[in-house]
């Protein structure tokens, strides 16, 4: 094999450098002036919906079969890094999405496919995902909703915690106990829920430290009467797509935090570059210079790493449960140091409001938590280690 060939796979194709072109002119132009507008109105990024919509980044990873984009892991990441480097909140609409529908890619039936995918890919409806209760976050097989079989129906009862976009998107992947005596992790099942079935309601907007435009709030079923036809994959395997589900959707997080971090150090360099101290700018001070230059190294060792886990992710490697965890992890610390070395860089000015910087460092703190704590992400990769 050549050197030249040996260095082309570690090149970005045409095709992504085009996305990433694109989704940057879309994010530089219809979500970042709307971005602390967003934020302190804890209003939804409707702009940035709307924009991502009309250019298709809506949902890209939909398959081409159900009227999607097709775009592979590592374009669905750079779609998320691109919009996050602008506004951590719009980058959840591609991304939680993505988290709603995997599932459904993964495990449902050709039937359940073809109503769901196509009206997520054009943009009618967007995807959540119901796994976590407040009792049952890191320990989801704990989880008490249940879905109890009536004919060839079921009758869901119970809560969801802390789901992304709720109340916003119009189909809900939710997962129930369909088997109360059965085998702990294999008694759950995964279902359809659309936001108009009666008996499905909302709990209050949870009130949050950062990701303000996203809401976050409980999913609430009294008696909701689902249709057995809604069911993802077989009865008792919900457990097991949930957890497929989050060895590829961590990787987005992971491409989440590096877009945070991203802009984070972009508005970190405009500032130095301009700050005066001293009779010079603070960027030629070595003290300054070595921040940017650690900020620059992880965060760039965090984005290879993000890339790496999608191609695992589009390959459906074996190690996959690891780079997903990995790539999350380290990607989310990264992006809570760098965010908050980038208020330390400004000083005051980047513990006010009049910087984006404060509000990055706030958003960066959520990847270290959803889609499983990064505590969670080190239990995952240490039993991928010992189970060799």
């Known amino acids: 094999m050549s050197g030249a060939t040996d260095f082309d796979l570690f090149q970005i194709s045409d095709e992504h450098r085009m996305i990433r072109e694109t989704v940057r002119d879309i994010a530089t132009d219809l979500i970042a ?48 890094e691109e919009v996050a480097r602008a506004d951590a909140s719009a980058s959840l609409i591609p991304a ?17 496919k073809h109503k769901y995918l196509p009206p997520l890919a054009r943009g009618e409806a967007g995807f959540a995902y119901g796994l976590s209760e407040r009792e049952a976050g890191s320990d989801t097989a704990a989880m008490t909703c249940r879905a109890d079989a009536d004919g ?19 189909y809900y992947t939710v997962l129930a106990v369909t088997d109360p005596d059965g085998p702990r992790g294999n008694n759950i099942t995964a279902f359809v829920v659309e936001k108009s079935d009666e008996g499905f309601g909302f709990g209050p907007k949870e009130r949050k430290l950062g990701i303000k435009g996203s809401p976050t709030r409980e999913l609430v079923f009294e008696n909701c009467r689902i ?12 457990l097991k797509i949930a957890l497929r589900t989050l060895d590829h959707t961590r990787i987005t997080i992971g491409a989440q935090a590096v877009g945070i971090a991203q802009g984070a150090i972009d508005g970190a360099l405009a500032y130095v570059k301009e700050r005066m101290q001293f009779g010079k700018r603070i960027a030629e001070f070595q003290g300054i210079q070595f921040m940017l230059a650690d900020m620059a190294m992880e965060l760039e060792a965090a984005r290879q790493f ?15 449960a690891f780079f997903g965890a990995a790539a999350k992890c380290f990607a989310s610390d990264v992006a809570m140091k760098v965010t908050t070395d980038a208020v330390q860089l400004l000083g005051g000015a ?8 404060e509000r990055m460092m706030r958003d960066a703190k959520i990847t270290q938590i959803y889609e499983g704590t990064n505590q969670v992400q080190r239990i995952v990769m240490a039993r991928h280690l010992l189970r060799g």
């Open 33 to 80: 002036p709307y971005a602390a507008d967003v934020d302190e109105n804890a209003r939804y990024p409707q702009e940035a919906h709307d924009a991502l919509v009309q250019s298709e980044f809506f949902a890209p990873h939909v398959p081409e079969e159900y009227d999607g984009a097709g775009a592979d892991a590592l374009a669905t990441c750079i779609v998320i």
């Open 96 to 112: 939680v999405n993505k988290l709603g529908s995997m599932p459904v890619i993964l495990g449902a039936s050709e039937e359940v």
């Open 152 to 170: 060839d129906d079921f009758i869901l009862n119970g809560h969801k915690a802390w789901i992304t976009n709720a109340g916003v998107a119009e």
């Open 227 to 238: 249709p057995g036809d809604r069911m993802v994959g077989k009865p008792g395997e919900g």
């Open 306 to 320: 993000v890339y790496v886990a999608a191609a695992k992710s589009e390959r459906h490697d074996n190690d996959l």
């Open 350 to 357: 980047g513990y006010t409001r009049d910087f984006p910087l």
